[in-house]
């Protein structure tokens, strides 16, 4: 039998024996692409980054932009780390409000969307509820939860939950009913129940949908934490974008907005890990 029709992992493993698999022609071939695959998701981003700072200067230099307007990346990286203590103290309120309300959100959306798939009468009664309250906007829901919550987190928290939950619920509700009708036909046929349905095939097959929904909560979730702290909050990166604005602090102002953008980066990469590493029978992209 050729083992190579086989062996799908590491092209080139099964080879002669004796022979490295480094002598495989496959193998060469696999490696070129997978160092291609890792040149795209790595140093193309930091391209891109160094290219959109690089184009912000000479727009600076050339056009003479003044600095209370907008000021030099020099400046901003001067401000960022000369003030970094503010920064960081004034980022963790953010960084917390904005992770209760990325859990809470979309733990909420996952369960609405449970008893949407299960109960069509009542999916049909509150998902046209859901989508006019989502229309609202974000700075109109917010004065109103600080009027309820007080001035505290929980309205903040409540922001963001608010920003990650429709996104979730959509797209949940999608994954989970999306599932191939001969998959669900065999499994109505070996007798499964409801139960077994939704945790051996639903889930699984929504899955690929929920953390498609939750990449876009990762940074939804900062920005609703952000606006909460505009309508109310005296610590946070929200606060301090209007106290800089205030002031015309526009390395400060920048700094905050350098801030919340890599917080909002780092939870995209979380969610990105996790992704990974829940749902592994998805293939490799093409290179």
């Known amino acids: 039998m050729n083992t190579r029709s086989i062996d799908t992992t590491v092209p080139g493993a099964s080879g002669a024996i004796g022979a490295p698999p480094s002598a495989d022609p496959e193998y060469l071939a696999w490696a070129a692409a997978r160092q291609k695959r ?3 998701r790595r140093i193309l981003p930091a391209l891109g980054i160094v290219g959109l700072i690089a ?24 401000t960022l780390y000369a003030k970094r203590d503010v920064l960081l103290d004034n980022l963790l309120p953010t960084a917390f409000e904005a992770a209760g309300g990325f859990v809470l ?43 309820i919550m007080g001035n505290g987190m929980e309205p903040k928290i409540t922001i963001a939950a608010l920003v990650c939950f429709f996104p979730t619920l959509v797209n949940m509700v999608r994954g989970l009913e999306s599932v191939n009708p ?46 909460g702290e505009w309508v109310g ?40 890990l996790a992704e990974r590493w829940v749902i592994r029978w998805q293939p490799e992209a093409a290179p």
């Open 105 to 147: 959100g979309n733990l909420a959306a996952i369960v609405v969307a449970t008893i949407f798939v299960h109960n069509k009468t009542l999916q049909d009664i509150f998902f046209p509820v859901v989508l006019m309250f989502n229309a609202v906007p974000l700075v109109a829901k917010a004065p109103v939860l600080v009027l």
């Open 233 to 272: 909050a005296t610590v946070g990166i929200g606060a301090m974008i209007l106290q800089a604005t205030f002031n015309f602090d526009s390395p400060l102002l920048y700094a905050a907005i350098v801030m919340s953008a890599t917080l909002s980066g780092l939870f995209f990469l979380l969610v990105t």
């Open 182 to 227: 001969q998959a669900m036909e065999l499994m109505r046929v070996l007798s499964a129940s409801k139960t077994e349905i939704f945790f051996r095939l639903r889930l699984l097959n929504a899955l690929p949908y929920l953390f498609s929904a939750l990449r876009i909560a990762a940074s939804m979730c900062v920005i609703g934490a952000v606006v």
């Open 38 to 40: 890792i040149w795209r």
């Open 55 to 78: 184009l912000w200067w000479a727009v600076i230099v050339v056009f003479g932009v003044k600095p209370f307007i907008a000021p030099t990346p020099w400046a901003v990286l001067e």
